[in-house]
């Protein structure tokens, strides 16, 4: 039981070939724009038509060039929650739903009924989209998706056209209404934490491939290639050389240092998130960075600041997060970083 | 002033653009729909043509296909025993074709102004096709379609070149009333004229103010008809 995609696209410049294969747990696909999430997506909904491949879900095939198989998105089950909610602006909330619904009409009453209630949307049957919030508009959307009783939900970038600060609670409402989904959830994003918090899994694309795959919390831990570094949001990435089975050289930022994990012979880049720098005032820790201040951006809760590593010969700068305990910031003598916080990487000469 | 030509006018004027909008708004879901990019293209050239050429050249064309010694002309004789040149056929038949681009093009517009996004949903849903353009298209695509109706009608009103090829300018038959200004002028009755040309300067009034109360309502989107 599991939705299966191997679809390949090309267009002049650029090609989709993706495959995955997943189970009920939601899945992400974090990506930058033009990664192709969106026309993955949409060749799973039967938007798109990909050049070859096959789609399926707990075998019943939606697509299969070789078999010459493509349903119409109408009998495909595919849930597709659109960005812009794509509610119909001429029909009330009831009918939007309605539109969702088979049978006879005297029993989408009812369901209707228990659709708003189950989305608490209890007494705005009658409105109008352009009558209800932001976060209304999404409930129905989201209402009317699952009144069609897809096998496969797929959401695009559901938050981003909402205000922040109502994102916090809608995706917290999100990830409950995905739990009680029985299928397949995919959610496109280019918003790290959003994906974080709302899909176990996770998929990496770039540039129309897999770069990576697996659960969402080990890739932020490890994302092992300097695609996934970057897209789960490590800011400081420098080109690297193995010096033994336990210490890297970091060319950009002329420093040499311990690594937890034994060093890939691959190994291109390592990373060092913002956040994993520590200030110190002993001379005798291990990886041990001696550094300018460059500049600084405050926030409400953290300092960002930019250093320059040893002295200022010719290194790139580094970033480095660091919450605020004081209203007053004093720079230490030194910076450290664990070894377990150095992360290897490798498959950076084919992106940069 | 000849009353008939009023009657004829109108007579006309009704009865092509029931036609025309059918025809433009068929024609135009139906390139909007296309796939290929390059008989797309084509395909329009070929429909909005009739709008660039001179009306004496697309009445020459008419002629030349519905002509009594052409196929087409010679086929709806025998077969049928109609005469469409020179006829009050003819008028309704010039007027659909110089004002079908006008009510093409504008469906066109209005169609490709309608968010892909809802058609989508729309699809993934269930909907069919047929539901989607009647429940979806139609309504969001409206205020733009109606418009291009009420210039097509204008138009086809007014259509003078073409019917003057193919229909002629026979009074009591063909004579719609640009004909009948162009006739009242040529013999001198500039009265006669005065008459004709107040009645079509009160029709296109009426049009135009009625195009901008769409065109006000298409650019404020479709609003909820009960407000709470």
């Known amino acids: 039981m599991s939705l299966i995609v191997d679809i390949k696209k090309r267009y002049s410049g650029f090609t989709l070939d993706v495959s995955f294969e997943m189970e009920k747990m939601p899945l992400g696909i974090l990506g930058a724009s033009g990664s192709g999430k969106s026309m993955t997506l949409k060749c799973i909904a039967g938007i798109i038509t990909p050049d070859e491949g096959r789609i399926e879900v707990d075998g019943r095939v939606l697509y299969d060039s070789k078999a010459r198989i493509n349903l119409r998105p109408q009998v495909r089950r ?158 400081n990435l420098s080109r690297a050389t193995k010096k033994d089975d336990l210490t890297v050289f970091a060319e950009d930022w002329n420093l040499t240092l311990k690594t937890a994990d034994a060093v890939p012979d691959d190994l291109t880049h390592i990373g060092v998130r913002a956040h994993a720098f520590k200030a110190t005032n002993e001379d005798s820790v291990i990886n041990m960075v001696t550094f300018d201040i460059r500049s600084a951006i405050e926030t409400p809760f953290e300092w960002n600041i930019l250093i320059q590593p040893d002295k200022g010969q010719g290194a790139e700068p580094i970033w480095w997060m660091l919450t605020k305990e004081s209203q007053v910031f004093e720079k230490p003598a030194y910076l450290t970083v664990a070894p377990e916080d150095v992360l290897l990487l490798t498959g950076g000469n084919n992106t940069t | 002033m000849d009353i008939s030509a009023i009657l004829i006018s109108l007579r006309t004027a009704v009865l092509s653009i029931v036609i025309t909008f059918f025809l433009g708004v068929l024609a135009a879901w139906g390139v909007v729909s296309m796939r290929r990019e390059r008989v797309r293209a084509v395909v329009d050239g070929i429909l909005t043509l009739p709008m660039v050429l001179p009306p004496t050249v697309a009445g020459f064309f008419l002629l030349y296909i519905f002509g009594v010694n052409r196929p087409v002309g010679k086929m709806l004789i025998e077969w049928f025993g109609i005469r469409v040149v020179f006829n009050w056929t003819a008028t309704v038949i010039a007027a659909v074709v110089i004002s079908f681009p006008l009510m093409y093009r504008s469906a066109r517009g209005a169609f490709e102004q309608v968010d892909p996004d809802l058609i989508y949903a729309a699809r993934t849903i269930g909907m069919s096709e047929w539901r989607i353009f009647w429940r979806v298209i139609m309504p969001m695509a409206l205020p733009g379609v109606a418009s291009g109706g009420i210039l097509a009608f204008g138009r086809g009103l007014g259509e003078f070149g073409a019917t003057a090829m193919i229909a002629g300018n026979i009074a009591g038959q063909t004579r719609t009333l640009p004909l009948a200004v162009y006739s009242a002028v040529a013999g001198g009755d500039m009265e006669g004229a005065y008459a004709y040309v107040a009645i079509l300067v009160g029709i296109s009034f009426i049009i135009v103010v009625s195009m901008n109360v769409l065109t006000a309502k298409e650019r404020r989107g479709v609003r909820p008809k009960n407000r709470k």
């Open chain 1, 78 to 235: 595919v849930g597709y929650l659109l960005q812009n909610h794509a509610l119909f602006p001429n029909m009330t909330v009831e009918k939007n739903i309605a539109e969702a619904l088979d049978g006879p009409n005297r029993e989408k009453g009812a369901r209707i009924e228990q659709l708003l209630h189950r989305f608490e949307l209890d007494g705005l049957g009658k409105r109008y989209p352009s009558q209800l919030s932001g976060g209304q508009q999404q409930r129905v959307a989201v209402a009317r998706v699952l009144a069609s009783e897809p096998d496969v939900l797929l959401l695009d970038e559901p938050f981003s056209a909402l205000d922040a600060y109502l994102k916090e609670s809608l995706q917290l409402d999100m990830k409950n209404r995905l739990e009680d989904f029985d299928g397949y959830a995919v959610m496109v994003t280019h918003d790290r934490e959003e994906v974080y918090k709302l899909c176990p899994s996770l998929m990496l694309l770039e540039h129309g491939q897999v770069d990576n795959f697996g659960l969402t919390a080990d890739l932020f831990k490890q994302p092992g290639t300097v695609a996934a570094a970057r897209l789960t949001g490590c800011k």
